[in-house]
């Protein structure tokens, strides 16, 4: 647990490098709550079987920052990785597997969240894979397998502008929903898709997602755009 401070008193920074969190059912495995420049930096390490596996909570002061390379976050009963109200996650080089959900980072109105994965592995989690909601939330997914997963594997919602690079989208309850709700449809937004692989999607549900399910864009909103991708067999 990491506790945050204020604006003259920084919040802590934590460093977790080559260890294993696990069993901890009533809890977090790894939390930063209500922190103004609050870190935690997870590295070569192993979050299991815990309530639920990383959470960044900026809610008060924010600021909040996560940076987890090179690890397994498998196993725990509820979200793998949450972030709210100026969090900014860093996923790399690592797997989140079978957890009861993925990675879900949401921001609002001058609270805006960032999320980036690269080189990754989001897998057979039980909901949604990645989710991202809130205004001027933003996430960029590179060289990263999302894959059989029970939700969507990706959702960008009520204002978030998403980037997918070099990845591939396959075997979820649904591949991409990008859509317009909340106040999304009064600020501009985006979605870009390029060198990626979108496949071997399913969900029969009306904006599931069953490959790309694309809303509107808000007031100022750059065009959605797929570039050199392949959708096949949803």
């Known amino acids: 647990y990491c506790n945050g401070g204020s604006y003259d008193d920084p919040g802590c920074e934590l460093r977790v490098v080559d260890s294993v969190i696990s069993g901890n059912s009533g809890g977090i495995g790894l939390f930063s709550e209500y922190g103004y420049d609050g870190v935690i930096a997870i590295e070569r390490s192993t979050i299991t079987s815990n309530r639920f596996g990383v959470d960044c909570d900026g809610w008060i002061y924010g600021n909040c920052r996560v940076a987890i390379t090179d690890t397994l976050i498998a196993g725990n009963f ?48 039980s909901d949604l894979g990645i989710n991202l909601s809130g205004i001027w939330t933003t996430g960029a997914i590179e060289n990263t397998l999302i894959a059989h997963n029970t939700g969507v594997g990706i959702k960008a919602d009520g204002g978030a502008s998403l980037d997918i690079s070099k990845s591939t989208i396959s075997g979820n309850q649904g591949g991409i929903s990008f859509s317009g709700r909340y106040s999304a449809a009064y600020w501009g937004y985006s979605m870009k898709v390029e060198n990626s692989t979108i496949s071997g999607n399913n969900n029969q549900s009306p904006g599931g997602g069953d490959y790309i399910f694309c809303g509107s864009n808000g007031y100022g909103g750059d065009p959605s755009t797929i570039h050199n991708s392949t959708i096949s067999n949803n």
């Open 78 to 125: 509820g979200q793998a990785v949450h972030g709210n109200s100026d969090a900014a996650i860093s996923i790399s080089r690592t797997q989140i597997v079978e957890n009861g959900g993925g990675v879900y980072v949401w921001g609002w109105e001058h609270a805006d969240s960032t999320l980036r994965i690269v080189d990754s592995v989001v897998a057979k989690n």
